[in-house]
Structure formats: C-alpha cells, structure tokens
C-alpha cells in the first residue's frame, strides 16, 4: 500500500490529528545497546513484542497471521537496529523512515499508545536476561519510545 503522500489517509475516516508540540526532542540511545545485543537479539526482542501487541487490545492493526506477523516484527526491528545505535538498516531496506506518515493509515489514539508502549515495557522488563539488552540503558530506551511513540498518535479522541 502506498500511503505515503496521502493526506489524510486512505484507510480511515477519522480525522488526522497532530501533536501540537511537533516531532519530539528526544536523546539519542546510546550505541552501547546495539553492540551489546546485535541484530540477532533486537529482531528476537521485535518477535516478542509484536506477539504480545497480537494479543493486546490493539491487535486488530496488526497481521493476523504469525507469518505477516513477523514479517511486520522484522520491519520494526529494523528500525530499532538503527535507533539502538546500529547499521541505517530500515532506510537501506525500506527507504526514508518517515515514521509518522508510515503510521498515517492506522487510527492510533492516545489509549492505543498507552498500549503499544504496556507491550513494549513487558518486553523491555525482559531484555537484559533474554536479549543482552544492557541493563543500565533500560531507561533511556523507555525514554525514547515514551518520548517518540507520542508522535505516532493522530487521532484525538475525547478525554484522551
Ligand atoms: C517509538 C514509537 C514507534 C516506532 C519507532 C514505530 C516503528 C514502526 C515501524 C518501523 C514500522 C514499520 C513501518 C513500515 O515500514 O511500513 C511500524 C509499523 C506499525 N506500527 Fe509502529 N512505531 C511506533 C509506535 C507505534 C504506536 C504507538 C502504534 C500504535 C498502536 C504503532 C502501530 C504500528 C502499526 C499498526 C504498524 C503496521 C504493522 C504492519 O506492518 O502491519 N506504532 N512501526
């Protein structure tokens, strides 16, 4: 699907909202994450935590099939490989991140941010013991996907 370019996307009815803050400020995660876990153990931490965002109360965004499934795990993680300080995987692969605009198509409130990041946390709490994932750079991890995943939302329901 080509949802780049699109304005407002073709998939949704909902209007697009914006943060009013604009693209977060955020730290940078320090590199010492990926040299200590390697895309191996960022893709099997990706694996875990789109099997969790299939179970969660956002699971109807996501595929519905294991297999689409970690194929969408393995784009996220991607990413990540470069946010945690490695190689511009995602860009070589896919192109520009444009990561806003990527999540255009899904209606994303508030309530399935706050989703989104109790998966990730559950995987996070889990990722120095089974990812290598260095224990003293948890929180700056946490830090950046609370800080970035803010920019993912574009709807705006009340009271959220
Ligand atoms: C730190 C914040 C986030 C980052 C860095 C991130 C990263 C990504 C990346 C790299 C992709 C693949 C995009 C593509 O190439 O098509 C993706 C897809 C997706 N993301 Fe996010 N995301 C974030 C937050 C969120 C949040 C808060 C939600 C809300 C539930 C969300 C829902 C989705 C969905 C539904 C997809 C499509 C999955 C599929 O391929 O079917 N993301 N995300």
Same mark, same amino acid.
């Given at each position: 699907?080509?949802?780049?370019?699109?304005?407002?996307?073709?998939?949704?009815?909902?209007?697009?909202?914006?943060?009013?803050?604009?693209?977060?400020?955020?730290?940078?995660?320090?590199?010492?994450?990926?040299?200590?876990?390697?895309?191996?153990?960022?893709?099997?931490?990706?694996?875990?935590?789109?099997?969790?965002?299939?179970?969660?109360?956002?699971?109807?965004?996501?595929?519905?099939?294991?297999?689409?499934?970690?194929?969408?795990?393995? #784009?996220?993680?991607?990413?990540?490989?470069?946010?945690?300080?490695?190689?511009?995987?995602?860009?070589? #692969?896919?192109?520009?991140?444009?990561?806003?605009?990527?999540?255009?198509?899904?209606?994303?409130?508030?309530?399935?941010?706050?989703?989104?990041?109790?998966?990730?946390?559950?995987?996070?709490?889990?990722?120095?013991?089974?990812?290598?994932?260095?224990?003293?750079?948890?929180?700056?991890?946490?830090?950046?996907?609370?800080?970035?995943?803010?920019?993912?939302?574009?709807? #705006? #329901?009340?009271?959220?």
């Amino acid at each position: 699907m080509d949802i780049l370019n699109t304005h407002p996307a073709p998939d949704r009815d909902e209007p697009v909202w914006t943060p009013p803050g604009g693209p977060p400020q955020t730290d940078r995660i320090p590199d010492a994450v990926y040299h200590a876990m390697g895309e191996e153990n960022i893709t099997a931490f990706f694996h875990a935590f789109y099997r969790r965002l299939g179970e969660s109360a956002v699971a109807h965004m996501f595929p519905k099939s294991e297999r689409n499934l970690m194929r969408a795990a393995d #784009k996220s993680a991607a990413m990540f490989v470069f946010l945690f300080g490695g190689p511009h995987l995602y860009q070589q #692969k896919y192109g520009r991140p444009m990561m806003r605009a990527r999540h255009l198509p899904f209606v994303i409130d508030e309530a399935a941010r706050q989703e989104w990041l109790r998966c990730y946390r559950e995987t996070l709490d889990e990722a120095p013991e089974k990812y290598a994932m260095p224990g003293e750079h948890v929180g700056a991890v946490w830090k950046f996907v609370v800080d970035f995943s803010g920019w993912m939302v574009n709807t #705006k #329901k009340e009271n959220t």
